[in-house]
């Protein structure tokens, strides 16, 4: 890292230069604007829009990346590791302080509008999925955990984005990262890159979905050039070199989905919480002090395929009612609304618990095997892995349900060109990520384009590659110094 970035952080004076190397590395870096590029030029247009509604220039700008997961899905919420990679799309925002002690928000895409509200008294309104809600999530974050002493500065923001959004690639992530990195930074407070992912990822949480610690974890933590693995509790991230040879296509099904907007996903984080809690109670533990798969197993000192063998002699796969689930856990409903059920999952009346759990558990194996094929380096790697990621689709669409017909169907299409295909991210429409060999990349893409994307009236006039890319892992949040 360059000293100059770290001259520009508050230092302690009396730390070592080896400690002061170390403390910088694990802050967000602030780095210099880039001069020339794509990302150049939407900076500067980001600085236009910001001179019109402010008639100032920004003081600096906070970037956080979006991301593809390549393998673990619906692990995190329940502790288990993930498998990501920053892309190189992602969320800019340009700041700048003022004195009337507002939040000033304003996007360089008409179609989301403005937002101005006191900035010490943020409310977020969870019945609406409003685009600046999650600006306001990463600002009441930082003000509820970044050891702000005192009041929040006025702040006027335009952002821009170029994350497909709704397509499960965590701009919405992204979004809440660089805000809360960007409120951190005008506050001159040191944060980690680790306390930010973990403070990123409960702020989020104030827009009601459950998730997991995923998408912040990779949006701080990503390098350029490897993908991630992401353990929980605590938060660990380890760098892992892709096999050499392989290309990573990532494709928008073009089905939307906002995980904010129903409750399917946090469906899927109940249901796991329940079968996490009737397991417990059939071993006689304290049933309401577990949430989480992971900690169950950890308890228990249970392999992974031994969970799942567990999984089968408890449930059967099919929905139980919710009265059959207070009558495993002897309790009442409100009892279960209370202790264990999200204020958006209390209507409902069925959970699958045995498909749920075994989609968990054979999910969070998988993980662990893709990590050993990568480091084995052996001569077969990109076939076992490949393999792996059609068993997550498969399972992700048959035991979990968050699959869409049109991310089968790119699937399907990948099956004789690809070396494997899954859905990435919550699921339910969003984007496919397949793995193919770098020389078919190629005509992989034009595979698709012929037999999926000719057919999509709204990709008309649309640029392929916003729909259909390969990424690179990138690097993950910075600051850019104006
Ligand atoms: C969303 C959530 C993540 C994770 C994925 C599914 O992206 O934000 O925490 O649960 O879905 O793997």
């Known amino acids: 890292?360059?000293?100059?970035?770290?001259?520009?952080?508050?230092?302690?004076?009396?730390?070592?230069?080896?400690?002061?190397?170390?403390?910088?590395?694990?802050?967000?870096?602030?780095?210099?604007?880039?001069?020339?590029?794509?990302?150049?030029?939407?900076?500067?247009?980001?600085?236009?829009?910001?001179?019109?509604?402010?008639?100032?220039?920004?003081?600096?700008?906070?970037?956080?990346?979006?991301?593809?997961?390549?393998?673990?899905?619906?692990?995190?919420?329940?502790?288990?590791?993930?498998?990501?990679?920053?892309?190189?799309?992602?969320?800019?925002?340009?700041?700048?302080?003022?004195?009337?002690?507002?939040?000033?928000?304003?996007?360089?895409?008409?179609?989301?509008?403005?937002?101005?509200?006191?900035?010490?008294?943020?409310?977020?309104?969870?019945?609406?999925?409003?685009?600046?809600?999650?600006?306001?999530?990463?600002?009441?974050?930082?003000?509820?955990?970044?050891?702000?002493?005192?009041?929040?500065?006025?702040?006027?923001?335009?952002?821009?984005?170029?994350?497909?959004?709704?397509?499960?690639?965590?701009?919405?992530?992204?979004?809440?990262?660089?805000?809360?990195?960007?409120?951190?930074?005008?506050?001159?407070?040191?944060?980690?890159?680790?306390?930010?992912?973990?403070?990123?990822?409960?702020?989020?949480?104030?827009?009601?979905?459950?998730?997991?610690?995923?998408?912040?974890?990779?949006?701080?933590?990503?390098?350029?050039?490897?993908?991630?693995?992401?353990?929980?509790?605590?938060?660990?991230?380890?760098?892992?070199?892709?096999?050499?040879?392989?290309?990573?296509?990532?494709?928008?099904?073009l089905a939307p989905m906002n995980k904010a907007a129903t409750s399917h996903y946090n469906c899927r984080v109940m249901e796991c919480r329940i079968a996490c809690q009737i397991m417990a109670k059939k071993v006689g533990l304290a049933w309401k002090e577990y949430q989480r798969l992971g900690e169950l197993q950890k308890v228990l000192g249970k392999s992974l395929p031994e969970m799942m063998t567990f999984v089968s002699r408890t449930f059967e796969s099919r929905p139980y009612t919710k009265a059959e689930i207070c009558e495993l856990l002897s309790t009442t409903e409100e009892e279960l609304d209370k202790c264990t059920l999200s204020e958006n999952t209390r209507h409902i009346q069925e959970f699958k618990l045995h498909d749920r759990a075994q989609h968990v558990f054979s999910e969070a194996h998988r993980v662990w095997e893709f990590k050993r094929i990568c480091d084995s380096k052996s001569e077969s790697a990109l076939q076992d892995l490949g393999k792996l990621m059609q068993e997550s689709h498969n399972s992700t669409k048959l035991l979990y349900e968050c699959s869409h017909p049109k991310l089968d169907t790119l699937v399907d299409l990948s099956k004789s060109l690809s070396l494997g295909a899954r859905l990435t991210g919550a699921g339910w429409g969003g984007c496919m990520v397949a793995m193919v060999k770098e020389e078919d990349a190629e005509e992989y893409k034009q595979h698709l384009i012929k037999e999926f994307y000719s057919k999509e009236p709204s990709v008309n006039g649309k640029e392929i590659n916003s729909v259909l890319f390969s990424s690179l892992p990138s690097p993950g949040a910075c600051i850019y110094r104006f």
């Open 1 to 253: 890292m360059m000293p100059e970035i770290c001259n520009s952080l508050p230092w302690p004076t009396d730390v070592s230069g080896l400690l002061k190397t170390k403390m910088c590395d694990n802050l967000p870096p602030i780095q210099a604007r880039p001069a020339e590029g794509f990302q150049s030029s939407r900076l500067n247009s980001l600085v236009e829009k910001f001179a019109s509604e402010y008639s100032s220039n920004p003081q600096f700008c906070a970037r956080a990346p979006g991301r593809v997961n390549l393998i673990g899905e619906h692990v995190d919420y329940c502790g288990y590791a993930v498998f990501p990679m920053a892309i190189d799309l992602d969320i800019l925002i340009a700041v700048e302080t003022n004195i009337t002690g507002k939040l000033n928000l304003v996007n360089v895409e008409d179609k989301y509008p403005s937002f101005s509200c006191d900035i010490n008294n943020v409310e977020i309104d969870k019945s609406c999925p409003n685009w600046f809600n999650y600006v306001l999530c990463g600002v009441q974050g930082i003000k509820e955990e970044g050891g702000i002493q005192g009041l929040l500065t006025g702040l006027n923001i335009a952002v821009s984005g170029n994350i497909p959004p709704s397509s499960g690639l965590s701009s919405s992530s992204a979004l809440v990262c660089a805000s809360a990195l960007a409120v951190a930074h005008v506050h001159n407070l040191s944060i980690s890159k680790d306390d930010f992912a973990e403070i990123c990822a409960r702020c989020e949480r104030h827009v009601g979905t459950q998730g997991g610690g995923m998408d912040q974890a990779i949006s701080f933590l990503a390098t350029s050039g490897s993908a991630r693995l992401i353990e929980f509790n605590p938060l660990k991230s380890t760098p892992v070199t892709l096999p050499h040879g392989a290309a990573f296509v990532v494709a928008n099904s």
